[in-house]
């Protein structure tokens, strides 16, 4: 059924849980976080990136998310990841979407400020949620890249700089209203090339000051440990979906591997449901992580 992410946050901050939200570019990775969720009976949140437009548009994509939403047999919000501008948010909303992100992180303090509330104002006179950014999420040079081009801790001279600033979440969600805030602790979107180091303190500094629910981004690629204490330090919503991917990837690349060695054919529908399995594999464990269940490895 289709929830706001509202709902689905409020409750995981009840619960000390996290909600795992997904992109889901194609038929195959929907289907396969979904069927995911289902089987652990637990919520999730489903996510076009404006990145993914060149995957697939949200004209194509965001109809068909809707209605997995609805007739899913468990709460599924639909999202508009790192929307950049008003207008793909309006065409989210216009869509159906249950949620968007706004993401003005590259723009001043200010101008972030102003841009964000004028999107809640209209998104909560038609009951949609907002989620919007603060600070700097490094992008990786492999994959990645929702935010501005592919800066890592090493192109800021203090992470100070990079990282949300308690002080000014509190100033921002104060003035902006909004119902999530993305926040920059040394995650990064992509492949991790080394072993990130994350200031997950940072996430108790800024929940102690403001009461929204905070989403990790860049999640995918962090061990078990980093997930639970950042669940338990305060973070709401985990952005996942590059590992996930990457599953998928490997699975694909195995089954063509033992093909040829066989000199069998592949066909491409089998290739989707290796793909669409392996997916579904990888975003249960992330699930039974974030809801805080005894993971088993698959
Ligand atoms: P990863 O692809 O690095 O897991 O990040 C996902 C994300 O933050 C989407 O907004
Ligand atoms: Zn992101």
Do not use: W
Not at 241 to 256: E, H, L, P, Q
């Amino acid at each position: 059924m289709l929830a706001t992410l509202k709902e689905l946050v409020t409750d995981a901050k009840e619960k000390k849980h996290a909600i795992g939200a997904f992109n889901t570019p194609n038929l195959e990775t929907l289907r396969g976080v979904i069927k995911a969720a289902e089987e652990l009976n637990v919520p999730v949140i489903i996510s076009h990136a404006e990145l993914h437009e060149d995957l697939i548009p949200l004209d194509v994509m965001g109809p068909i998310m809707i209605q997995a939403a609805r007739v899913a047999k468990v709460p599924v919000c639909v999202h508009l990841d790192h929307g950049t501008n008003f207008d793909v948010c309006l065409k989210a909303m216009h869509l159906g979407f249950t949620s968007v992100m706004y993401d003005a992180s590259t723009k001043n303090f200010e101008d972030n400020i102003k841009e964000t509330k004028e999107i809640v104002k209209v998104a909560h006179a038609l009951g949609v949620s907002v989620e919007a950014e603060l600070g700097y999420i490094f992008n990786s040079e492999l994959g990645g890249g929702e935010g501005r081009g592919h800066l890592s801790a090493e192109d800021f001279n203090s992470l100070d700089d990079a990282y949300t600033n308690p002080d000014l979440a509190k100033i921002f969600v104060e003035n902006t209203n909004v119902d999530a805030l993305a926040i920059a602790f040394g995650t990064s979107h992509g492949v991790y090339l080394k072993k990130p180091e994350l200031d997950l303190n940072r996430i108790l500094d800024i929940k102690r000051k403001i009461d929204v629910p905070l989403v990790m981004h860049g999640a995918s690629g962090l061990s078990e440990k980093e997930y639970r204490i950042a669940i338990e330090n305060g973070i709401t919503k985990i952005n996942y979906f590059t590992y996930m991917s990457k599953a998928g990837g490997n699975a694909v690349v195995n089954f063509i591997k033992e093909a040829d060695a066989k000199e069998e054919t592949v066909f491409f529908h089998d290739l989707a449901l290796i793909a669409e399995k392996a997916i579904k594999e990888n975003a249960k464990n992330a699930l039974m992580i974030f809801n805080m269940m005894k993971r088993v490895d698959v």
